[in-house]
């Protein structure tokens, strides 16, 4: 059974860069046709997702927030992780990591199983 | 982006009733629609994808339809344990994955 943990500071001054780590157990990020996958929540704009790296290290972004994001991973420890950029309160938020499979079609994409989250807050 | 408007967003119910949860889309969507729950402190949980598919292990009472911009998620025969937030989702990855903003049941 796979199990996610994020894993990364509470707190995070304005201006600065998020980081967030995602460990998987249970299975390898390099399983094909997943999609590892980070998804934020707050309670002004509810479920935002931010991205995912796939099993084969292509990535895609929420074109709204792509040109402060970035998620990588390192396969020798199985483990992927998030950076926002040039963070603000609007950042604020519970950070989720959640692999991603197209149950439905090959170009859906449905999250299962999540982290439990990592608040982040943004404050000086 | 697709936006996915949710109603009601608040709903009061008791265990045993019926209740139905509505999910529309900006444009259509075909069946490219999941459902999940979300109780206080935990993450969401996947219930239902394409529309009306059960995820594994998810209790019969929950079923899902609808195509193209309106869809709804049923659940039968509330339990005390449905309490939760419901949220839907666009699943279709050429576009961006947006949620809808959450139903929230409680018990009455």
């Known amino acids: 059974q796979v199990k996610l943990q994020e894993s990364g500071p509470g707190l995070v001054k304005p201006s600065q860069t998020l980081s967030l780590t995602c460990t998987v157990s249970g299975g390898s990020i390099r399983s094909s046709g997943y999609y590892w996958s980070w998804i934020r929540q707050n309670p002004g704009k509810g479920l935002e997702w931010l991205g995912y790296?796939?099993?084969?290290?292509?990535?895609s972004y929420n074109p709204s927030l792509k040109s402060r994001l970035i998620i990588s991973a390192d396969t020798s420890k199985n483990e992927f992780s998030l950076k926002v950029s040039s963070v603000t309160a609007a950042d604020t938020a519970v950070y989720y990591c959640?692999?991603?499979?197209?149950?439905?079609?090959?170009?859906?994409?449905?999250?299962?199983?999540w982290g439990p989250g990592n608040l982040v807050t943004v404050s000086s | 982006d697709i936006q996915l408007t949710q109603s009601p967003s608040f709903l009061s119910a008791s265990v045993g009733d019926r209740v139905t949860i509505t999910c529309r889309a900006s444009q259509g969507i075909g069946s490219y629609l999941g459902w999940y729950q979300q109780k206080p402190g935990k993450a969401p949980k996947l219930l239902i994808y394409?529309?009306?598919i059960l995820q594994g292990g998810v209790p019969p009472r929950f079923s899902g339809s609808g195509l193209g911009t309106e869809f709804t998620l049923t659940i039968d025969s509330l339990q005390p344990e449905d309490f939760a937030t419901y949220y839907c989702q666009q699943l279709n990855s050429y576009l961006p994955i947006t949620f809808g903003q959450g139903t929230r049941l409680e018990i009455k």
């Open positions: 394409g529309a009306s």
């Open positions: 790296i796939s099993y084969s290290g292509t990535t």
């Open positions: 959640a692999r991603a499979s197209s149950r439905y079609s090959s170009s859906s994409l449905e999250f299962d199983p």
